[in-house]
């Protein structure tokens, strides 16, 4: 079965800071990786996501992430954080032809002035 | 409308009550699932339905839950003889193709607290 380790629940980063949220994934074959904002009282946005080709993926708002088959992970990036970016990010995996995802328990992001 | 929408958005009911909550999709999506967000349990998938297929319903936790479709649109969560523990958020996503691949939109939710 699949599953995803989301192991920050709660992380703090100051505006303008560079960000780093984990991810590793649990799949036996090649997976569907993605990453899904929820800000307050919204629904899940979807930032990006690997399907194949390129390792490292850009989304929205500045986001990247990079797939690394050897490490299980799909790491979210984003070189400097804006205070809009607090919020709770999910990493999700899911099969070719079974669209069914499977979320991490997500991290909430904080951003200080 | 643009995007998925749900009602309602709050619901408080009593142990043992019924429930139904609603999702209304984007149009033309054929696909639709709903999932459960609990506090520190990230997202649940409970059902999904796609176009006039059966409904994959194995991520549904008990008997007391259930959906259905109606006209390939609209769909509904019905929650009979609601316990403390479905107290949670229910969110409700349709499935559209952007370029290579296929992308989940979902809805703001139904919050729905069990007394």
Redesign the interface.
């Given at each position: 079965a699949q599953s995803?380790t989301?192991p920050d629940?709660h992380i703090t980063v100051s505006e303008g800071a560079s960000l780093e949220l984990r991810c590793n994934y649990s799949y036996g074959a090649t997976p569907?990786l993605f990453w899904?904002v929820q800000s307050p009282?919204?629904?899940?946005?979807?930032l990006l996501?690997y399907?194949s080709g390129d390792t490292l993926v850009q989304g929205i708002k500045g986001f990247e992430a990079e797939f690394k088959r050897s490490q299980s992970s799909f790491n979210l990036r984003k070189p400097s954080v804006h205070w809009s970016d607090a919020a709770e990010y999910?990493c999700?995996v899911g099969a070719f032809g079974n669209?069914?995802?499977?979320?991490?328990?997500?991290t909430r992001l904080t951003i200080i002035p | 409308g643009a995007g998925v929408s749900q009602s309602p958005s709050n619901k408080v009911t009593e142990k043992g009550k019924d429930v139904e909550l609603r999702c209304d999709p984007i149009s033309g999506h054929t696909a639709l699932y709903w999932y459960r967000q609990s506090l520190g349990q990230g997202l649940e998938f409970l059902i999904y339905f796609q176009g006039n297929s059966a409904p994959d319903k194995s991520g549904l936790p008990s008997d007391r839950f259930s959906a259905e479709r109606t006209g390939g649109s609209v769909s509904t969560l019905t929650i009979q003889r609601t316990q403390q523990e479905d107290s949670a958020v229910y969110l409700c996503a349709s499935l559209g193709t952007s370029r290579l691949y296929n992308e989940q939109f979902f809805g703001p939710g139904t919050r729905l607290t069990v007394l």
């Amino acid at each position: 079965a699949q599953s995803v380790t989301q192991p920050d629940i709660h992380i703090t980063v100051s505006e303008g800071a560079s960000l780093e949220l984990r991810c590793n994934y649990s799949y036996g074959a090649t997976p569907y990786l993605f990453w899904y904002v929820q800000s307050p009282g919204q629904g899940l946005q979807l930032l990006l996501k690997y399907f194949s080709g390129d390792t490292l993926v850009q989304g929205i708002k500045g986001f990247e992430a990079e797939f690394k088959r050897s490490q299980s992970s799909f790491n979210l990036r984003k070189p400097s954080v804006h205070w809009s970016d607090a919020a709770e990010y999910f990493c999700a995996v899911g099969a070719f032809g079974n669209e069914k995802l499977t979320f991490g328990t997500g991290t909430r992001l904080t951003i200080i002035p | 409308g643009a995007g998925v929408s749900q009602s309602p958005s709050n619901k408080v009911t009593e142990k043992g009550k019924d429930v139904e909550l609603r999702c209304d999709p984007i149009s033309g999506h054929t696909a639709l699932y709903w999932y459960r967000q609990s506090l520190g349990q990230g997202l649940e998938f409970l059902i999904y339905f796609q176009g006039n297929s059966a409904p994959d319903k194995s991520g549904l936790p008990s008997d007391r839950f259930s959906a259905e479709r109606t006209g390939g649109s609209v769909s509904t969560l019905t929650i009979q003889r609601t316990q403390q523990e479905d107290s949670a958020v229910y969110l409700c996503a349709s499935l559209g193709t952007s370029r290579l691949y296929n992308e989940q939109f979902f809805g703001p939710g139904t919050r729905l607290t069990v007394l």
